[in-house]
């Protein structure tokens, strides 16, 4: 009987695990008109006052990329300009489906906001505790910094 609770419950968390990243996922698509990525330019991800990532076009004319948010998470948007901007183009997608940008590569600095609010969206596992960071000490243990 144990095995065929694991089965299911292994069944389940195959078949809808993407959903429920998908449900904290920020998406960015982005363009290069001339095909040769974005030169230097970049959007960096700020995180309750801490850049926690960034997302840029290494090479080819478009890709896509995402961040995983945690409910409560304060995040801007901020562009950090390269060589030849004027071939860039992106948009970035809340988890919620709302346009957060979209458009050319804007001036530099921080172009776009958003608080993000999903109480299924916890930190990731292992994540450091910071004093941003939410946390139910009855469910767990984690490291301070």
Known sequence: MKNLYFLILS????????E?????????SMQDSWGDGWNGGAVSIIANGSVVGSWSLGSGSSGSDTYSAADGDELEFSWTTGSYDSEISFNIISPSGMLIYDGPAPPAGIFGVDVFSNPACGPPAGAPITSN????????TGDFT
């Open 11 to 18: 069944l389940i968390a195959v078949l809808f695990g993407n």
């Open 133 to 140: 960071t939410c946390y139910d000490f009855s469910s767990g």
């Open 20 to 28: 429920v990243n998908a449900q904290c996922d920020y998406t960015i």
